[in-house]
T-cell receptor, first 113, second 116 residues
Framework: KQEVTQIPAALSVPEGENLVLNCSFT??????LQWFRQDPGKGLTSLLL?????REQTSGRLNASLDKSSGRSTLYIAASQPGDSATYLC????????????FGKGTLLTVNP | NAGVTQTPKFRVLKTGQSMTLLCAQD?????MYWYRQDPGMGLRLIHY???????AKGEVPDGYNVSRLKKQNFLLGLESAAPSQTSVYFC???????????????FGPGTRLTVL
């Protein structure tokens, strides 16, 4: 059974700092990996999707990397801003599918002005 | 486009009552999903559908039923609500991989359900 772990569970940083969020998964036979953002009381918004053949994806100040062989992904946020404060979740397809997602429990990020 | 919408946004039920949560998407997605989110447990897949008229069980299907009579709608039913079903419920939708489109899942805003 696929298990997804995110470390740390919570992170508090001053504005402007670069930071890294970690995600690990137990079954490396994945089609892709997604990073989502969830604001309090809201739904999830997809940030980045990395296909299994890719090593990384970038969107603005966000960069996600994927190392399938070691079962790890990182989300790098450059020059953090208070508006980046949210819970960040990673998810991988499981059960041999490319669409049934297993989620990590998330990292709660607080960026202090 | 409205994206994925969910009705209602909040609901309080008594144990044993029934209700239906409605999810609608206007992106012509083939696949739709129901998740529940609980503190300390993360998001877990309840049921999903890969097309109109089809449904399948996810990780935590017990106590729930679903129907996909129309491509744009996915209904989640609780026949006899229990306090353990107190949770936030999210619906999502996506294209299938064979379409060649991104397989990103798009989420609705959630329904907060309390069962007393």
């Amino acid at each position: 059974k696929q298990e997804v772990t995110q470390i740390p569970a919570a992170l508090s940083v001053p504005e402007g700092e670069n930071l890294v969020l970690n995600c690990s998964f137990t079954d490396s036979a994945i089609y892709n990996l997604q990073w989502f953002r969830q604001d309090p009381g809201k739904g999830l918004t997809s940030l980045l999707l990395i296909q299994s053949s890719q090593r990384e994806q970038t969107s603005g100040r966000l960069n996600a990397s994927l190392d399938k062989s070691s079962g790890r992904s990182t989300l790098y946020i450059a020059a953090s801003q208070p508006g980046d404060s949210a819970t960040y979740l990673c998810a991988v397809p499981s059960g041999g599918s490319n669409y049934k997602l297993t989620f990590g429990k998330g990292t709660l990020l607080t960026v202090n002005p | 486009n409205a994206g994925v919408t969910q009705t209602p946004k909040f609901r309080v039920l008594k144990t044993g009552q029934s209700m239906t949560l409605l999810c609608a998407q206007d992106m012509n997605h083939e696949y739709m999903y129901w998740y529940r989110q609980d503190p300390g447990m993360g998001l877990r897949l309840i049921h999903y559908s890969v097309g109109e008229g089809t449904t399948a069980k996810g990780e935590v299907p017990d106590g729930y039923n679903v129907s996909r009579l129309k491509k744009q709608n996915f209904l989640l039913g609780l026949e006899s609500a229990a306090p353990s079903q107190t949770s936030v419920y999210f619906c999502a939708s996506s294209y299938p991989l064979y379409r060649g489109d991104t397989d990103t899942q798009y989420f609705g805003p959630g329904t907060r359900l309390t069962v007393l």
